[in-house]
């Protein structure tokens, strides 16, 4: 199969790509990937293909069509992913996240594909009061990447329905594991427990969050690539929501500082306070999540003290 990765270079994507070429070998896999700030090409596997080029400029997608001689597996994790940014640039996040979508549909509906898998997110459904957002539930985000993301969904779910292409849409939960750019939640803490310095939280640090192993992910990703029907649009939740204030607290105890180190700070304007997932159709087609965060904090603080001591 040819399998075409977008934004393989990033967290989730180099993941991604690492698992994909040792489980699929017989697979040829290129990245498209414009190595942003959070992208890193050196941590892909050598017999992994890239091109480095724009998702939203239609010539650097067909060219990555083209080296592949054709796609039957597109996997869309391009994005700007850091809602922070996104209230400080929300043009850059609609330039990548929307249009950059619609030209994937656009070459992908031109090329032809098998599959289209498009990588969205937990936070369309905005901030969840009680209970857990089925696959159902309306789109309310609460960011500007939030939105781009919701934006970007809906037009690969009206991709399938104007002209079926077939499309599978994953919405996968808050997602930790090494190699994420630190400007996210967890690198941050880590960085700070190892370093002595004190735990940044936004507000009183009650936002939760559901936390998904990025293995566990990729593996989520994969069987939907092998099993989910065309048009099928999947939610995939971690291990439950818990406050940030927890995790905070959790990095702690496992560092050996005291959880007077957590300092509360300014918070996220428009900050969401819980995503929660129903995760009842993922499971009905054979997947639960098996690792939890608290096992992987030592792999996360051991990262944090090898970047803190280069
Ligand atoms: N990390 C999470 O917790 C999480 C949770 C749910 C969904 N997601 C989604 O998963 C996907 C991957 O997230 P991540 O955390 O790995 O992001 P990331 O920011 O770590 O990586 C993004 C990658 O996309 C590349 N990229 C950015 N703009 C591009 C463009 N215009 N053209 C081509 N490549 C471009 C970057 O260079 C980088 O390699 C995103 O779509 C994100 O919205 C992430």
Known sequence: MRVLVTGGCGFIGHHL??????????????????LTYAGDASRLPAHAGLVVGDVADPSAVRAAFDRLGGVDMLIHLAAESH???????????????????????????????????H????????SIGLGAA????????????????????????????????????????????????????LPVLARAAVGRASLPLYGDGLHQRDWLAVEDLCDALSLLADRAQAGSVWNIPGGGARTNRSVAEAICRVAGV?????????????????????????????????RSLDDALPALL?????????
């Open 17 to 34: 790509v690492k698992r994909w070429t040792a489980a699929r070998p017989a697979d040829t896999l290129l990245v498209l990937d414009l």
């Open 83 to 117: 809602v922070d940014r996104s209230i400080i640039d929300p043009s850059r996040f609609v330039r990548t996240n929307v249009l950059g979508t619609q030209v994937l549909l656009d070459v992908a509906r031109e090329c032809g594909v098998e599959r289209f898998l």
């Open 119 to 126: 990588i969205s997110t937990d936070e369309v459904y905005g």
């Open 134 to 185: 089925t696959e159902a539930a309306p789109f309310r985000p609460g960011s500007p990447y939030a939105a781009s993301k919701a934006a970007g969904d809906l037009l690969v779910q009206a991709a399938h329905n104007t002209w079926q292409l077939p499309t599978v849409v994953a919405r996968p939960a808050n997602t930790f594991g090494t190699g994420q750019f630190p400007e996210k939640l």
């Open 258 to 290: 005291s959880t007077t180190q957590i300092a509360s700070v300014c918070d996220r304007p428009g900050h969401d306070r819980r995503y929660a997932m129903d995760g009842s159709a993922l499971r009905a087609l054979g997947f639960e999540a098996k």
């Open 302 to 310: 051991a990262e944090a003290q090898g970047s803190e001591s280069t």
